[in-house]
């Protein structure tokens, strides 16, 4: 059963489905939805429109509520929409947080690489270079491929538990892809951010002419 490549979506009814059935459609769909979630979030290559994807999440969600048993806490119908919480645990974090310091001498990033040198093995290292963007640090912890919870900076070495509000992000998966290189713990630390669309001076000056056009038809100064 495969709901990856051109899934099928005529699903015979709840009713009439075994327990075995009921199950090896619920993995199956877990799968099927990880797989188009990673393509259309990390890959920005959907390979289903959002109507057949809607279909494939709708049924799970209706085979879930039919079989509690089969519920799962890292179910893809866990993730979308998981209400935000306003009381929050306090976590300690698998290693610190700490803030980044700023160089702008190159004796200062030779001292930082000096640093790395001394504390990483390996021979074949190096370095990745990205815009620095403001946001909300987090930790995400995965166990065994699976999130365990997620926490903010807080303090660097204790965060506030905000696993239930992570989950509402589209683009961070609630199990990892396995192959034979996943660890059994994983933390990565990561900002959260949401960019804002800043509008074109055409799609400004348009913006501002419907306005006074609606003005002077409505009399409103």
């Not at 994807?53 to 509520?65: H, S, V, W």
């Not at 179910?75 to 700490?98: F, N």
């Not at 790395?116 to 990205?130: F, L, R, T």
């Not at 699976?146 to 903010?152: C, I, P, R, V």
Request: glycine share 6%.
């Amino acid at each position: 059963m495969d709901f990856k490549h051109e899934p099928v979506t005529d699903f015979k009814r709840l009713e009439a489905l075994s327990g075995k059935e009921a199950k090896e459609q619920v993995q199956a769909l877990r799968k099927a939805i990880e797989y188009h979630d990673y393509l259309y979030y990390v890959k920005n290559r959907p390979e289903i429109s959002d109507h057949t994807y809607d279909i494939l999440f709708a049924r799970l969600r209706e085979l879930e509520e039919m079989w509690p048993d089969l519920q799962s806490s890292d179910s893809p119908t866990q993730k979308v929409g998981a209400p935000p919480v306003d009381s929050l645990e306090k976590r300690k974090h698998a290693a610190p947080m700490l803030s980044l310091d700023a160089v702008r001498e190159q004796a200062q990033v030779a001292k930082f690489h000096d640093t790395m040198a001394d504390h990483i093995s390996s021979e074949k290292n190096g370095y990745v270079m990205e815009p620095k963007f403001d946001g909300l640090s987090v930790e995400v912890v995965y166990r065994e491929g699976s999130l365990e919870y997620g926490a903010t900076r807080g303090d660097g070495e204790t965060g506030e538990d905000i696993t239930e509000n992570l989950k509402t992000i589209g683009v961070l998966p609630l199990r990892l892809q396995k192959n034979k290189k996943t660890a059994s713990f994983f933390c990565p630390a990561r900002r959260v951010h949401s960019p804002l669309r800043v509008k074109t001076g055409h799609e400004y000056r348009t913006s501002l002419q419907q306005k006074l056009r609606l003005r002077k038809k409505t009399g409103r100064q």
